[in-house]
């Protein structure tokens, strides 16, 4: 059977990892490939790399990055920020990642999903949603609407519309950042994970609040989500302590989640 | 020397990249001179079965490639969607494919599971071969499929695994393996085995066949 997934995250900026707290405040922790390489080892299932600048200062993303990552990564990883079209899309590929965020851009403009979805495929095109809960209204039946540009734009837009709209177009994959809940470590927010998990037939991805080990039982028992971004449990020193894979696998393990198991050998 | 086929959809930089870990000698394909001196073949893949069948005529690499695998028997490796073109038909695009293989790809039921599959999954062994040595009873690898292979003999099935029922995930044809999963990016399993093909098991194939 298919396991869940633990995916680490790096905000990237300037080649460094760096831990934000909703959104701001970011600190500096190391160096993109010498973590992606550490949390390979851990045996992580999957790794994400937001070059969180990129977008802003509207140049490309660092593909001498990307590729450096997939000289010591051997399993999947992500590449978002920056991404502006299909030619952006391409490089970040034969870089040697896997998989595509997009996020702001794709508010912008949704046809990027479904032109990248036609040239490389769904299971290339991820996307990432900034969510905010605001209370259900009329325009926002969900109760949570759709930030961009680092959570600092409101579009209006509902959050659980948006995700259905970018399956149609052709995601392979919807990551849902829960913006009130990212860096508080107090778990994430099952509510509208569980929504967007209901509604879709592709595979999503839970993101902001893990702090515990409990917030991973929690997400993968009670919301239909097929993985859990961590990044704080892995690396922040806002955290009491860090967790290793190894440790966060076994206790899954021992409550009965489906999760490739860590190796001895 | 291993050939890395190159071509437009491909993720053959990371096929590369895993080849250049586990220390085996390899170097990039693009055209039918490029086979010259080369003992054994990767076909990765990524995306879908018309776009690579395409890409792999546009480069002409096919009849040489075709003259290696079927006629000189040499050890064949196919990822992905290079082991879903191996078969008649394809669902997808509803494609004809090379047919080296009996069988058809057919589509994951998203009224029964989220498709694409994306993630690890636990892949069972159907027959024992040399390219496992060293794993496992049991191993997860990691799958990012919308369709999979239906072999018309089973016998041609080296690994299963369970996705809205079992499902072929690996298949071992005299001289030809592939696989549904991503070997390149299934971690140190997945290591291993590209280790067992590149070097033990794709010399005792051309051996045995």
């Known amino acids: ?265 | 020397m291993i050939g890395i086929i190159n071509y437009k959809a491909g993720n053959s930089h990371s096929v590369m990249n895993a080849c250049k870990k586990i220390g085996v000698g390899c170097k990039y394909v693009a055209r039918p001179e490029d086979f010259d001196g080369v003992t054994a073949v990767i076909l990765p893949g990524v995306g879908s079965a018309k776009a690579t069948l395409g890409s792999l005529r546009e480069l002409g690499v096919l009849p040489r490639l075709e003259e290696l695998v079927l006629k000189e028997k040499i050890p064949f490796l196919g990822i992905c969607v290079g082991l879903q073109i191996l078969f008649e038909h394809s669902e997808e695009d509803d494609v004809d494919c090379l047919g080296w293989i009996g069988g058809t790809v057919v589509e994951f039921d998203n009224r029964r599971v989220r498709v694409p599959q994306i993630g690890w999954n636990r892949l069972t062994w159907k027959k024992s071969d040399p390219v496992l040595a060293g794993l496992g009873e049991s191993e997860f690898f990691y799958f990012v499929n919308s369709y999979y292979a239906k072999p018309a003999d089973e016998a041609d099935i080296l690994a299963a695994a369970d996705y809205d029922g079992e499902f072929c995930a690996m298949i071992r044809h005299g001289n030809i393996y592939a696989s549904q999963c991503h070997i390149e990016k299934s971690g140190m399993v997945g290591l291993t085995f590209l280790k067992n093909f590149c070097e033990g098991g794709a010399a005792s194939c051309s051996r045995i066949d």
């Open chain 1, 1 to 265: 059977m298919l396991a869940n997934r633990l995916i680490a995250c790096f905000d990237v900026i300037n080649g460094m990892v760096t831990k934000a707290s909703q959104f701001q405040n970011n600190i500096d922790i190391e160096d993109a490939v010498t973590a992606a390489k550490r949390v390979y080892e851990m045996q992580i299932d999957e790794l994400i790399f937001y070059d969180v600048t990129a977008s802003a200062e509207k140049r490309p993303i660092d593909l001498n990055l990307v590729e450096a990552v997939g000289k010591e990564v051997f399993v999947p990883y992500t590449v978002g920020g920056g991404i502006r079209n299909l030619t952006d899309m391409y490089n970040v590929l034969k870089s040697g990642a896997e998989k595509i965020s997009v996020d702001s851009m794709a508010v912008r403009n949704p046809e990027i999903i479904a032109q990248g979805a036609k040239e490389f495929g769904s299971q290339c095109i991820v996307l990432s949603m900034q969510v905010k809960r605001v209370g259900r209204s009329e325009k926002i039946p969900s109760g949570y609407e759709i930030a961009i540009d680092g959570a600092r734009v409101f579009t209006g837009m509902d959050a659980l519309e948006w995700a259905r709209r970018g399956a149609g177009l052709g995601a392979g994959e919807v990551v849902v950042n829960s913006i009130d809940n990212d860096g508080t470590h107090h778990g994430y927010d099952l509510e509208i994970t569980s929504l967007i998990a209901d509604h879709l037939r592709i595979p999503v991805v839970a993101s902001g609040g893990a702090g515990a080990m409990e917030h991973l039982y929690d997400v993968f028992t009670k919301t239909q989500a097929s993985a859990g971004i961590i990044s704080s449990m892995l690396y922040s020193p806002r955290l009491e302590r860090n967790f290793t894979v190894r440790e966060i696998k076994e206790y899954l393990h021992g409550r009965g989640v489906a999760i490739r198991p860590f190796i001895y050998r």
